[in-house]
């Protein structure tokens, strides 16, 4: 066996068939479960390691920040392992801890850093980092490289000022919150201003389209970028600039893009730019020396309400591929054998999907048992529905040794569902984590702290300074504020100008004047310190100094010495961001604190039980799985019940909710429920009938769980394994192997496993949480 063909011998047909294709464009339809990550790795590890690609030439586009992280760390400990091998002739995991750090430090600088891998949003705010100065807008609006990054809440405030303040509208007729949607789906289409007033002409439309234009005005005072704004640019700015596409394109020369089927318009526009430098006609695009390789299921699809549009995937054939039938195609391969969930699960998946009209024919194929029933249960009322759950969790978990709270999760349609499971929980002593709700950077002390390090970094981000300037409580009143912000606004200069002139504040700040002086001080003493002072370092400078921490200190409530751990964990981040990353500078962290998601913070191992929607759920997978509130309203949606088209988007966040779970899945249902005060008889919904019913049952016993582990245990379920060597395996808490060695273990055969993903060998007995991957 060569190396080559070693380095790839644990993966399956198609994923291998996947991951050695060089050239041309590449579409990976990858069913749940199916090792699609494991195929992007390997991807990527195999053009560097076998057909000599540059890491600084592949751009490898993820749908979260943490995904990014995980298949960094994967091709680290891949390319690791070869120089522990090389260099020593042993496994990195032997060798002591200081050799292991020197080889992976070796690594990261070699391969690992010069990746450009991220999210679509970090990769192209990097992009812009270094070329924005040359982009110009419609209305010669310019940005500098400093820029910031406003957060929701920032945008949010500054549209309400806009629509109620300068503009003067009908808040009623022309609700913020809507307006600002209008414009984000306009720049998500890829449209400017001017270009959405031609589309929409309308009395509404131009009233919005002149609101946009304002926004974008602002945006640029404060030399501040939207996140729909750091998609939109690029694209704008390649194509206004050839020469600057060209060059990208050359830095590119492949480029893999995993969850493809959530693009929307403008991310789907930059890859196409980048794929085949904006050359018009598909007969002359050069794949010599070049990828596109993507991955993605339509059945997954569950984000219309943020553009995304999965027919881009079902267009790929078409728009880049060789548009053969499935049977035919030499430019798409199917991912269908699932590694995740046991058997059950997966046909019931299969079965609900099926009824789906609009997606790329597949069948997810079990690699695993045949797993216990899927358990339905309806309850009285939405409490009593709660109750059953709660039980179960707890009774599973009291039952069951190897079992703690985070082996559980409860998913539901709308954030509202979970009041009353949250009551039990809090009531039964159950932690419980909420996923999606306020984010850490959303939190009010770590906005005003960022807002400090931000005016620090972009001193024309007047919001910032806005929200900073009297925080803490300084002797800046509102008159002298709003004095000072007119005088700026009509010279058309940032507040800092002002601010920054002694005069300037004499004259127009009476009283306050030495409050902003002081201010100013300390604004400018502290930026002083930014070459010499590390990211973290500054933030306990300014907090300090500012007087921020001393005032929650001396208010000795419990709310402000949460708010005080609060900053003390803001403090954690920027030193664990300094250590994860070479480039540590301050603007460095603000750009990934404001790129933070909050998916990347649930984390593995945390021994709480997980409460979501199903749309954060997307991309999660837990041992056992509660679906609730399985009602028509409810899921599928009450609007979009007359929509088939919506009404398929419901029924595949159904399916990515099923096929979460790895062991059990447990669906519930209510007789009525409360809504809008009143009690309402509920209906069961209709994906239920579309579940096979030998698949489902109602006889549910607090032990089943435990009987069937203790069978397995006993060999009663499934026949015994015939171990060889070579044999790959999947672990229950190690993850995939491959059999090295069978060893003297008694009745039952000892094998020795090499488990990926850093793991390495170990000696274990056959049990049930170890199953033979075919």
Known sequence: MTASTEFLSHLNPSQRNAVEHLFGPMLVVAGAGSGKTRALTYRIANLIRHHGVDPENILAVTFTNKAAKEMRERIENIFSQDLAQEIHGQQLEVLPEYEQKKIRSKIYKKITKPLWMGTFHSLFARILRLDINKYQDEKGRTWKQNFSIFDESDVQNLMKNIVTKQLNLDDKKFEPRKVRYAISNAKNQGLTPQEFLKQEPGYRGRIIAEVYNEYQSQLAANNALDFDDLILIPVKLFQQNESLLGYWYSQFQHILVDEYQDTNRIQYDIVRLLSTNNEPNKQEWDWRGRSLFVVGDADQSIYSFRLADFT???????????????????????????????????????????????????????????????????????????????????????????????????????????????????????????????????????????????????????????????????????????????????????????????????????????????????????????????????????????????????????????????????????????????????????????????????????????????????????????????????????????????????????????????????????????????????????????????????????????????????????????????????????????????????????????????????????????????
């Open 312 to 774: 881009i995937l079902l267009n790929f054939q078409q728009d880049f591929g060789d548009g053969l039938p499935d049977d035919d195609t030499r430019s798409m391969i199917k991912l269908e054998e699932n590694y995740r969930s046991r058997e059950n699960i997966i046909q019931a998946a299969n079965a609900l999907i099926d009824h789906n009209s609009q997606r790329i024919e597949k069948i997810l194929k079990p690699t695993r048992g045949v797993g216990e029933q899927i358990y339905l249960h309806k309850a009285e009322e939405e409490q009593q529905e709660a109750k059953f759950v709660v039980k179960q969790i707890t009774s599973l978990v009291k039952d069951n040794p190897e079992l703690n709270w985070g082996a559980f999760a409860i998913l539901y349609r709308t954030n509202a569902q979970s009041r009353p499971f949250e009551d039990l929980l809090i009531q039964g002593n159950v932690p419980y984590n909420i996923v999606g709700g306020l984010k850490f950077y959303d939190r009010k002390e770590i906005k005003d702290a960022l807002s400090y390090l931000r005016l620090l970094v972009n001193p024309d981000d007047t919001v910032s300074l806005l929200r900073i300037i009297n925080t803490p409580r300084r002797g800046i009143g509102k008159t002298t504020i709003t004095s000072l912000t007119d005088a700026a606004q009509q010279l058309g200069v940032p507040l800092w100008e002002i601010l920054s002139d002694e005069t300037s504040v004499n004259t127009m700040s009476g009283r306050a004047a030495k409050s902003v002086g002081k201010f100013v001080d300390l604004i400018k003493t502290t930026k002083s310190k930014l070459e010499s002072y590390t990211a973290a370092e500054i933030l306990d400078y300014v907090m300090e100094q500012s007087g921020y921490v001393d005032v929650l200190k001396e208010q000795g409530t419990d709310e402000a010495d949460n708010r005080l751990a609060n900053i003390h964990e803001l403090y954690n981040a920027i030193t664990q961001f300094q250590e994860d990353n070479e480039e540590t500078s301050l603007e460095a962290f603000l750009s990934s604190a404001a790129l933070a998601s909050d998916l990347d913070d649930l984390e593995e191992g945390d021994e709480k039980v997980s409460l979501m929607t199903l749309h954060s759920a997307k991309g999660l997978e837990f041992p056992i799985v509660f679906l609730v509130g399985m009602e028509q309203g409810l899921l599928p949606h009450s609007r979009t019940l007359q929509d088939p088209l919506q009404l398929e988007e419901e029924r595949r966040l159904c399916y990515v909710g099923i096929t979460r779970a790895e062991e059990q899945l447990f669906l519930t249902y209510t007789r009525e429920r409360r809504l809008w005060g009143y009690r309402e008889p509920a209906v069961s919904s209709q994906f239920l009938k579309e579940i096979p019913e030998d698949l489902i049952s109602s006889n549910i016993t607090k032990s089943s769980y435990r009987r069937r582990r203790q069978k397995e245990e006993a060999g009663e379920v499934e026949t015994a394994i015939d171990w060889s060597v070579g044999d790959r395996v999947l672990h229950k808490e190690f993850g995939e192997g491959q059999v090295t060695h069978i060893l003297n273990g008694g009745t039952k055969p000892t094998l020795a496993v090499k488990f990926l993903d850093m793991k390495g060998t170990k000696i274990i007995s056959q049990n049930i949480s170890m199953e033979k991957i075919e």
